[in-house]
């Protein structure tokens, strides 16, 4: 099974601040990563797909980079509805698997 | 409205087994990839299984054998047949939508919780 380790695993940042959450996979996936948004009580929501593509109607702040073993979740300017918990996910092979997630807190 | 909706969780004894159902809306199950995924209560995501349009099903290794995943065309709904519970299989079960193979899960239920305890 591919694992996928997120760092950090919990984060305090400032409206405004610019945060970066890195996945790393336990084997090369070449671009089949996607990020997730999850709220308390919440489904999970599609951010980015293959890797840096962002999904129709997220804001502009989210971008994702990377292939192979390692990934970004970049968001420039933090807005106060992105505190939230950040998850990513492998499509490479089955079991498709995901990260152990990334708490987002206000600081 | 592109949506899927689930239902079917609830309280179960250990050993039990159970049926979930996730009606979609606005897309054909049957032409999508569907899967379910978990989440343990307070714990992180883990997929549980998928069905491609051409109806190859896949499992998790801790469903293997237990979970049955199916749909019914004529009424656009997925399922997950659940035997032989555990304590370990509580959480809130989302039933989510790919759109190819390798696509990202693009659309989501809102959630069913299974609780098995004794």
């Known amino acids: 099974d591919i694992q996928l380790t997120q760092s950090p695993s919990f984060l305090s940042a400032s409206v405004g601040d610019r945060v970066t959450i890195t996945c790393r996979a336990s084997?090369?996936?070449?671009?089949?990563l996607a990020w997730y948004q999850q709220k308390p009580g919440k489904a999970p929501k599609l951010l980015i797909y293959?890797?840096?593509t962002l999904q129709s109607g997220v804001p502009s702040r989210f971008s994702g980079s990377g292939s192979g073993t390692e990934f970004t979740l970049t968001i420039s300017s933090l807005q106060p509805e992105d505190f939230a918990t950040y998850y990513c996910?492998?499509?490479?092979?089955?079991?498709?698997?995901f990260g152990q997630g990334t708490r987002l807190e206000i600081k | 409205e592109v949506q899927l909706v689930e239902t079917g969780g609830g309280l179960i004894q250990p050993g039990g087994s159970l049926r979930l159902s996730c009606a979609a809306s606005?897309?054909?199950?049957?032409?999508?990839?569907m899967s379910w995924v978990r989440q343990a209560p307070g714990k992180g995501l883990e997929w549980v299984s998928v069905?491609?349009?051409?109806?190859?099903?896949y499992y998790a290794d801790s469903v293997k054998g237990r979970f049955t995943i199916s749909r019914d065309n004529s009424k656009n709904t997925l399922y997950l047949q659940m035997n032989s519970l555990r304590a370990e299989d509580t959480a809130v079960y989302y039933c989510?939508?790919?759109?190819?193979?390798?696509?990202?899960?693009?659309?989501w239920g809102q959630g069913t919780m299974v609780t098995v305890s004794s």
């Open positions: 989510a939508r790919a759109m190819r193979p390798s696509d990202a899960f693009d659309i």
């Open positions: 606005g897309f054909t199950v049957s032409s999508n990839y």
């Open positions: 069905i491609y349009s051409g109806g190859s099903t």
């Open positions: 084997q090369g996936i070449s671009s089949y």
């Open positions: 293959a890797a840096s």
């Open positions: 996910q492998q499509l490479n092979s089955y079991p498709i698997t």
